[in-house]
């Protein structure tokens, strides 16, 4: 194999590692959106406690207190995160969504979760201190070689769960009949209130999945980002751009998106520097609006006069 | 279109309000007499004219922007680049920065002839992130990270016949800027109670009907974007002189969802709202600050509670007090509740 094509390999493969963990964030964003349409801008701030779950089961529950080894406590850890992220998505959705929803009003829930997120920014600021966690994930040393391309054990965790998690969502959406019922909500509130859908019940389940899943994003982020009370906010931004992207509420277009930023954002590391990432990624979304507004799979619109 | 402008612009002053604010304004830095509250004075008019200019955006128009503080930026660099290194005079420097700020807004109306709602929302999101990164990243010009220190307020005004106006206290450089905000605010007042106003407001209701009755929505739109950048470029000139440094990280995204917050606090779709929501989120924090390290937590709880049991903001809320104590039905003369 040559050495350009192993590059080529090389940075594709941190790029869907990297996409994996966007998808996480961006699915929730998404299901949101498709549900409730919605902007839900403390979703970082889901991540963020995720991550702070994640680190303390990790390095502290389970490892000094409950004597499992690093690599069993990282692992259960990921799901300490995901509860974490569900508690808080129910506690929100009690406080601001559920009051909210029946005005048909985008500006107001989403100042509301501006507010949620200030406060949640605070509260672990005060709780956790400004200084950073170093949050070292015991599978990032190990690295795994086929010819001249590495990945680290990490990263592999990060594709596997990330995997099991959207396939799960996926067949969950696809083949249950809650799913059907959340696909019928998210296609017409009323219609589906009419046949009998529970639509508060099916809306809270859909942000705990929601906030589940960028929960666990946190926990398999922590060990990437710089862990202050403040990471989340560095991922959020391209989760909304994955979401316009890959086309608002559309599932499959945000997964698409998701591993094609990752990608992109490898590359552009490599060839232009990290600093540039953003803009690389939002010049991209730009134009992506310019040329097809509806995202990367065209929903169908209609226009009511 | 120029012709409905200036016709717009030549009605009449509401004369007994102004010199009402004008009053209100000349006593402010008297009643909060040291430099730590009259620098708070300042900020808060800097904050009114942004929760101004987004208003004639969101609260007339209808369009969802979270790129305001990409023009506030534009606003602040520009002066300031062309003040330090190429030695503009600041007031030549300030036209300058509110042109680029107000072309740039007439490019990303661009979108909004496209675009709607959400979508709107993060691509102007989006426009805010890329005016931030290039501030981070084109070092020749704005230092980057690190910075541009040693700015100086705008330089004194010396009018023959008169004492010097020096701008090195923050009692006059509040003048400067809250008289320029009364002076907008007359402006804005008088295009929203226009023909305009009226056309700004239908394509807010619904643009397709107002584009069946011969409005054109694009560029009506432009030019609501096209001003209400041109307002937040005006209020970034004054902000470096007033700082002393310039860091992009006071232009982050943050400061957008911040002015949005003004906007829908204050209520959107009103002149006074925006004033009414800036001059509360810029003075609640230091409020609050009894609460200490609680003081943040406090004010998001604000926030979203303000946002819960007040849906028109403070101003509706207040209206509908008022005339529960009279014992009367509410005004509907708040708009903007869409």
Redesign the interface.
């Known amino acids: 194999m040559s050495d350009f094509l192993a590059l080529i390999l090389q940075q594709s493969i941190n790029g869907i590692y990297l996409g994996c963990l966007y998808v996480l964030v961006a699915l929730g964003l998404t299901l949101i ?1 498709g549900v409730m ?1 919605q ?1 839900n ?1 403390a979703h970082a701030d889901f991540v963020t406690v995720g991550a702070f779950a994640a680190f303390f089961s990790a390095t502290r529950l389970f490892t000094k207190w409950m004597g499992m080894s690093d690599g069993t406590g990282y692992v259960l850890s990921i799901f300490m995160a995901l509860a974490a992220g569900a508690l808080l998505g129910l506690l929100v959705n009690a ?2 969504f559920a ?2 929803r029946n ?1 048909s ?8 979760t ?10 672990q ?2 709780l956790f201190g400004p200084i950073p966690f170093q949050f070292d994930s015991p599978f990032a040393q190990n690295t795994i070689r086929f010819g001249k391309i590495f990945f680290s054990e990490q990263s592999v965790l990060v594709v596997i769960v990330a995997a099991l998690a959207i396939g799960g969502l996926y067949s969950f959406m696809k083949f249950t009949f809650l799913g059907k019922a959340l696909r019928a909500v998210s296609q017409d509130r009323e219609t589906a209130g009419l046949m009998g859908i529970n639509e508060n019940f099916l809306i809270a389940l859909t942000i705990v999945i929601a906030s589940a899943l960028a929960g666990m994003a946190g926990a398999l982020l922590g060990p990437v980002i710089v862990l202050t009370p403040f990471a989340g906010a560095s991922v959020i ?1 391209k989760a ?2 994955i ?2 992207i890959g086309g ?1 509420g559309n599932m499959e277009g945000t997964i698409i998106a998701g591993i094609l930023v990752g990608i992109i954002e490898a590359f552009t590391v490599q060839y232009l520097g990290s ?2 990432i ?2 690389v990624v ?2 991209l ?2 134009f992506m ?2 040329v097809k ?1 509806t995202g990367l799979i065209a929903e169908r619109r209609e ?1 009511n ?1 | 279109m120029s012709r409905r402008v200036a016709d717009a612009l030549s009605r009449p002053v509401r004369w007994p309000a102004f010199l009402g604010a004008l009053v209100v304004i000349a006593l402010l830095p008297m009643v909060l007499g040291t430099p730590y509250w009259r620098g708070i004075l300042v900020v808060c008019a800097m904050n009114v004219l942004l929760a101004m200019s987004l208003n004639l955006v ?1 609260g007339y128009t209808g369009q ?1 922007s979270l790129g305001q503080s990409g023009f506030f930026a534009i606003g602040a660099y520009v002066t300031t680049v062309l003040l330090k290194s190429y030695g503009w005079n600041f007031w030549l420097a300030g036209v300058a920065a509110v042109l680029a700020a107000g072309l740039v807004g007439l490019l990303l109306a661009a ?1 909004a002839a ?2 709607r ?3 709107l ?3 102007s ?3 805010a ?2 005016v931030y ?2 501030l ?2 084109w070092e020749s010009v704005t230092k980057g990270v690190r910075g541009i220190y040693g700015i100086m307020p705008p330089p004194p005004i010396r009018l023959p016949g008169l004492p010097e106006i020096s701008f090195g206290n923050q009692a006059t450089l509040f003048y400067l800027v809250a008289g320029i905000a009364l002076c907008v605010y007359v402006i804005l007042d008088n295009l929203v109670r226009s023909p305009i106003g009226e056309t700004l407001r239908a394509i807010r209701e ?1 643009e ?2 107002a584009a069946s009755l011969g409005v054109n929505g694009a560029r009506w739109k432009a030019f609501s974007f096209g001003v209400s950048a041109a307002i937040a470029g005006l209020a970034g000139c004054f902000y470096p002189g007033f700082v002393g440094t310039l860091v992009p990280d006071a232009f982050g ?1 943050v400061e957008s ?1 911040t002015m ?2 003004m906007v ?2 204050g209520g ?1 779709g009103t002149m006074i709202g925006p004033v009414i929501g800036a001059v509360v989120l810029t003075f609640l924090p230091e409020v609050l600050r009894g609460f200490g ?2 003081r ?2 406090v ?7 303000v ?2 049991f007040m ?1 028109g903001g403070i101003l509706q809320a207040w209206q509908i007090l008022t005339a529960r104590l009279r014992g009367t039905e509410a005004s509907e003369s708040t708009g903007g509740g ?1």
Request: proline share 4%; net charge negative; aromatic share 12%.
């Open positions: 959106y349409n902007i801008f406080a601001v009051p909210l005005r009003d985008e500006l107001r829930p989403l100042i509301a501006i507010g949620v997120s200030v406060l949640l920014e605070n509260a600021l005060i931004v909304f751009a979401v316009i608002f600093g540039v953003d803009l939002f010049v979304l730009l609006l310019v507004p226009e006069v | 969101i969802l979108f496209r675009l709602g959400h979508y929302g993060i691509a999101l989006g426009f992130v890329i990164q290039i981070i990243n619904d397709i009907s995204i969802f949005l917050a829908i606090v959107m390290d609680f943040l937590i004010y998001g709880l604000a926030l979203t509670l946002v819960l849906p869409r």
